[in-house]
């Protein structure tokens, strides 16, 4: 009896401990499966750590190159700036210098209307006095055709006018002898029926011109005339004194030679030579040459 509660002891110790083992083991391999998950956690861990430590250094090298490039902004804002700024200026310093080159324009261009006024007005009064001069010339053109017809019906005289410009022309024989230079009786008659009629003329220079025709001069007469300039001057010039002895201004008068190198005609028959020795007394604006 005794045996059989011993063995019945052992067996029931026996069956703890094997219970006990079995609760252990149990114990151990779900610690071991925990401790194997924990592993793989870990591992996975590592290496999400690794490819955060990876992506924190790539950010740290982005940041810091953004810093690099925020600060080259920050540099260019600042010359940007200072450029804007110089350019501000400039462009003050331009409108104000434009400013007053518009201001100087347009006084420019009120003075230029200004001056055009002025010279529309002179231009006009200009005109005026032109038309009141060709009037003047005009009328002694007539003056002269009435006083003069009967010389210009014989052909000793004919009278012209072309812009203002008036001519008398009158052959030599009726103002001077053959060979001579001094007026003759006639010849002043003849000047007398044109002083008072030049006497009244106003603004215009009296020019004698002297012609003759290409007839060389011979014989005695050369020690007084060696050629037709000679004789043509002194033609000229005495009719010039005789205008002045009538008492018109000598500062109008100018007497000029000619000679032959001016003809009106062929100087090959007697008729175009007879043309040719003349005087003529023209009328011209004073500032002519």
Known sequence: MARRIVFLMLVAVTGLSLSGCLVAESKYLKKVEEADTL??????????????ATENGALKAQLAKVKEEAAGLAKDKEKLGADNKELEQSLRANTDSLS??????RQKVADLE????????EIASTQMAKEEKVREVSKTYEDLLDRMKGEISRGQVTISELKGKLTVNMVDAILFDSGRAEVKRGGEEVLAKVVDILKGV???????????DNVQIVGNLTKRFPTNWELSAARAINVTRYLQSQGIDPAVLVAVANGEFRPVAPNDTDEGRAKNRRIEIVLVPRDAP
């Not at 592993?39 to 955060?52: H, K, P």
């Not at 200004?114 to 007005?121: D, H, I, T």
């Open 39 to 52: 592993g793989r956690e870990a591992a996975t861990l590592q290496e999400i750590q690794r490819e955060l």
């Open 100 to 105: 007053q080159s518009v201001a100087d324009l």
């Open 114 to 121: 200004a001056e055009n006024v002025r010279l529309k007005a």
């Open 202 to 212: 106003q603004g215009k220079a009296i020019r004698i011109e002297g012609h003759t």
